[in-house]
Antibody, heavy 127, light 108 residues
Framework: QLQLQESGPGLVKPSETLSLTCTVSGGSISSSSYYWGWIRQPPGKGLEWIGSIYNSGSTYYKSSLKSRLTISVDTSKNQFSLKLNSVTAADTAVYYC???????????????????WGQGTMVTVSS | EIVLTQSPGTLSLSPGERATLSCRASQSVITSYLAWYQQKPGQAPRLLIYGASSRATGIPDRFSGSGSGTDFTLTISRLEPEDFALYYCQQYDSSPGTFGQGTKVEIK
């Protein structure tokens, strides 16, 4: 069955770039009509969708993070990646990658339900 | 963006009891695009309910969702030991899609 696994450094210094990769196994990232997204969860807090990518390379970012965020896909490696620059302590969180569908209507597009998740990776921003 | 407020923050119940969790939206979720997730400590969330009332694949029928407009409910008819966890609602009716802050169901 399809599985997702996040990888990347667990500690990032303030003002530097947070980089994570999600490896998809048990299926091809480019053979489905699903989107691939990143969600984060600060310690003791709720969930926040931060951005997504389609296998074509089309990207969708939460507006408040758009200036700092880049999501890319490497279909040859069945991976997608996240880069968040100029990080602060507020970016400390568990970062999840997940598969989801996408909805457009009412003048907007947005992620739908997240049906398959990675286990999550904790990233701490600290000097 | 739509703000989702979940209540109560914590629900203390015994196994076998009925759990009723509320999710209230700051504006109408017109399409009923409302989902519920379960999260256990150290684990990723698991999709339980989508479209306000449809169970995801493999979800037991003791979980049910209902509601429309601004008020939605997740009901667990008889709590099993494995049901004690955190529950989040999510709306995907309008951009950017948002989650509630969660309700913890704990053993009384």
């Amino acid at each position: 069955q399809l599985q997702l696994q996040e990888s990347g450094p667990g500690l990032v210094k303030p003002s530097e770039t947070l980089s994570l990769t999600c490896t998809v196994s048990g299926g091809s990232i480019s053979s489905s009509s699903y989107y691939w997204g990143w969600i984060r969860q600060p310690p003791g807090k709720g969930l926040e969708w931060i951005g997504s990518i389609y296998n074509s390379g089309s990207t969708y970012y939460k507006s408040s993070l758009k200036s700092r965020l880049t999501i890319s896909v490497d279909t040859s490696k069945n991976q997608f990646s996240l880069k968040l620059n100029s990080v602060t302590a507020a970016d400390t969180a568990v970062y999840y990658c997940a598969r989801h569908n996408w909805y457009c209507g009412g003048g907007s597009c947005r992620p739908g339900t997240f049906d398959i998740w990675g286990q999550g990776t904790m990233v701490t921003v600290s000097s | 963006e739509i703000v989702l407020t979940q209540s109560p923050g914590t629900l203390s119940l015994s196994p076998g009891e009925r759990a009723t969790l509320s999710c209230r939206a700051s504006q109408s979720v017109i399409t009923s695009y409302l989902a519920w997730y379960q999260q256990k400590p150290g684990q990723a969330p698991r999709l339980l309910i989508y479209g306000a009332s449809s169970r995801a694949t493999g979800i037991p029928d003791r979980f049910s969702g209902s509601g429309s407009g601004t008020d939605f409910t997740l009901t667990i008819s008889r709590l099993e030991p494995e049901d004690f966890a955190l529950y989040y609602c999510q709306q995907y009716d309008s951009s950017p899609g948002t989650f509630g802050q969660g309700t913890k169901v704990e053993i009384k």
